[in-house]
């Protein structure tokens, strides 16, 4: 059974930092795409940054620069690194992985992957 779990979640103040991870398991093989996508209260979930099994990247405009996502040596792990953080970083973040042989044109959107994880909250205070 594939899970994708996350942790490093929390609270901290504007302008702080927080590392998230993921971990994959049960799927054999490596997924060609996993990514992280948050939702804040009342919106949709959106795709925030996104990482290729060649190390390729995508961001969203709002945390380039900010955060970076890595692949961990642990097969299917992947980190997050969000250092000035800001108020409207609030939210829930999950960790979404697709299991396709290739990822798509549109790495930022739900529809390119196929598993997620229950989430980590992070709570950025002004």
């Known amino acids: 059974q594939v899970q994708l779990v996350e942790s490093g979640g929390g609270s901290v103040q504007a302008g702080g930092s927080l590392r998230l991870s993921c971990a994959a398991s049960g799927y054999v093989g490596n997924y060609a795409c996993m990514a992280w996508f948050r939702q804040a209260p009342g919106k949709e979930r959106e795709g925030v940054a996104s990482?290729?099994?060649?190390?390729?990247?995508t961001y969203t405009d709002s945390v380039k620069g900010r955060f970076t996502i890595s692949r961990d040596n642990a097969p299917n792990t992947i980190t997050l690194q969000m250092n000035s953080l800001k108020p409207e970083d609030t939210a829930m973040y999950y960790c979404?992985?697709?299991?396709?042989?290739?990822?798509?044109?549109?790495?930022?959107?739900?529809?390119?992957?196929?598993?997620w994880g229950q989430g980590t909250q992070v709570t950025v205070s002004s």
């Open positions: 990482i290729d099994i060649h190390g390729t990247t």
């Open positions: 979404e992985a697709s299991s396709w042989t290739r990822c798509t044109a549109v790495p930022l959107s739900r529809l390119s992957y196929n598993y």
